[in-house]
């Protein structure tokens, strides 16, 4: 097994080998033999015996049983008693759904109303125009909702030797990718969801944890919200998907589950393990929550072929808001 980080650099051809010629007819099986009427040794078959004559007749309705009138079905009654007893236990079914649902539109109005945690207060400083925040979101969500939620924040990141993924943090807009996919340059372009190309510059790079922060120099649209819990939260099992532009396909999402958050790459950096497809092109895209929380930055997979398998790894989100709070 070997690793391969997800990064792309040209197009993957999609042709298939050619199929061999077909060998001779005096390669293969052996030709069947013809089989013998019988073995050697083997008593003959008796002959199958004459039917009984006979016996019980043959199924059907004979005259007798036309003849023979049926006799009338009793009428459908119900006891009064039971017909009491069925006719409270309905009401009562019925007042505990029409309970239910009274509490679900309330429960539905209260979440609808703007959340009082949210943060309003935009920083000032160095960097150009800080995107609106995200409301905090507790629940979980349809995996189709978190992806609405989690898609505008991730961006491709293009260099002169190859082309990535990247994912926009809030509150400072500051862009969080991959080192290995802006490694020897001093800049790169963000091509945000809508289109927009946007120069930026390295102000972070990590090779160890293969971590690199690179800030715009215009907004490039609404940031992700971190996860704040030790590796986001995550258990083995949990659903999370991916969002970046494999094979330079932007905004591509594939899903998956947890498999693992205590594994470790050289240096004992931690990383997550998911069977959520990775493909060159990933790199430094986002892996998220069904909160539509980033909980990770896909960097690697763990492959016999040079393709993905299942295996893949992401660098926790704890890690990323670390070298976060190392830019002024």
Request: hydrophobic share 35%; charged share 20%.
């Amino acid at each position: 097994m070997f690793f391969r980080h997800a990064r792309y650099n040209s197009p993957v051809s999609s042709e298939l080998p050619p199929i061999p010629p077909k060998r001779g007819d005096d390669e293969g099986l052996p030709p069947l033999t013809p089989r013998p009427s019988r073995g050697p040794g083997l008593p003959p078959i008796a002959a199958r015996p004459e039917p009984v004559r006979g016996g019980l007749p043959p199924l059907g309705r004979t005259e007798e049983a036309r003849a023979v009138p049926k006799p009338p079905r009793p009428p459908r009654r119900l006891d009064a008693v039971r017909a009491r007893r069925a006719l409270v236990a309905g009401v009562a079914v019925l007042a505990i759904v029409g309970a239910g649902a009274a509490g679900g539109v309330i429960a539905r109005v209260l979440d609808d109303e703007p959340s009082g945690t949210a943060i309003v207060d935009q920083p000032t400083g160095s960097d150009p125009g800080s995107p609106p925040v995200t409301p905090p979101t507790l629940a979980e969500l349809p995996l189709q909702d978190a992806v609405t939620l989690a898609s505008p924040s991730v961006v491709t990141v293009e260099t002169a030797t190859g082309q990535g993924s990247g994912v926009i943090t809030s509150p400072r807009g500051l862009v969080v990718t991959n080192e290995h996919v802006i490694s020897g340059a001093d800049g790169a372009t963000v091509v945000t969801s809508d289109g927009r190309s946007v120069p930026a510059d390295v102000v972070r790079a990590d090779g160890r944890q293969d971590l690199a922060i690179l800030r715009p120099t215009q907004v490039v649209g609404q940031g992700a919200r971190l996860a704040p819990e030790p590796s986001g939260g995550l258990r083995p099992g949990d659903t999370v998907f991916a969002i970046g532009s494999p094979f330079g396909l932007e905004s591509t999402v594939t899903a998956g589950v947890v498999s693992n958050i205590g594994r470790q790459r050289a240096g004992g950096v931690p990383m997550i393990q998911t069977d959520a497809p990775i493909n060159p092109g990933n790199s430094g895209g986002g892996l998220f929550d069904l909160r539509g929380r980033l909980v990770g930055i896909p960097t690697s997979i763990g492959s016999p072929i040079p393709g993905n398998v299942g295996i893949g790894f992401a660098v926790p989100v704890s890690r990323v808001d670390a070298l976060l709070q190392q830019v002024p």
